[in-house]
């Protein structure tokens, strides 16, 4: 099973594949309810967002990140439980094996054999279970990140919302005066501080 280490980068990249959410019409926008209310600011066209800042200040992100880590070590120590069970198991059968008639020993064998198989089946779906669920919360975030910089965009009369990371780079320059991260990330904030109650 991966560890919920990796989380941060899945988002990152998901957010960078959205690394260019083109936000509409030439027309001045209305506001809306998601993004902030300020004017458009002389930045031109495009800005971008710090994604590692967005993940480590908003705090759905962090909200989701502390869910998936006690999902995934509880799922750990399941496994290790059920783990250390099967070897103790078989340490118990390979001291006793040389006592044990032949039937009997064949018979207990097979049953481990089929124990362990089981529990390789059980490890696989509990890694699979937990990485899919890694991947609808990703999918979530990205996607209230994306809704978010499309509405902010519109807005703001922006024609280009880009993120940047540094865990993964895609863009190897970008000057600070076009960082709208803070702002991003208060408006999210606020509207998920909203939402939860």
């Known amino acids: 099973m991966k560890t919920t280490g990796s989380i941060f980068t899945k988002i990152t990249l ?50 989701m990140q502390t869910r998936l880590t006690e999902k995934g070590k509880a799922a750990q120590a399941e496994v290790a439980s059920k783990e250390q069970a099967l070897r103790r198991e078989i340490a118990d059968y390979q001291k006793d094996a040389a006592t044990l008639p032949a039937d009997k020993r064949q018979a207990t064998e097979q049953r481990l054999a089929r124990e362990q198989q089981a529990f390789q089946q059980f490890q696989q779906n509990e890694g699979a279970a937990f990485q899919s669920e890694q991947g609808a919360e990703t999918n979530k975030l990205y996607q209230k990140t994306a809704d978010f910089a499309k509405a902010y965009a519109k807005e703001k009369g922006y024609k280009l919302v880009l993120t940047y990371s540094k865990t993964a780079p895609g863009v190897l320059y970008v000057d600070p005066s076009l960082d709208v991260t803070a702002e991003v990330v208060k408006a999210l904030n606020d509207a998920y501080a909203k939402d939860k109650k």
């Open 14 to 63: 998901g957010l960078l594949a959205a690394a260019t959410i083109v936000a509409c019409n030439n027309n001045k926008p209305a506001a809306t309810t998601a993004a902030p209310t300020t004017a458009t600011t002389d930045k031109g066209t495009t800005v971008y967002i710090n994604s590692d800042t967005l993940l480590n200040q908003y705090n759905y992100a962090k909200d």
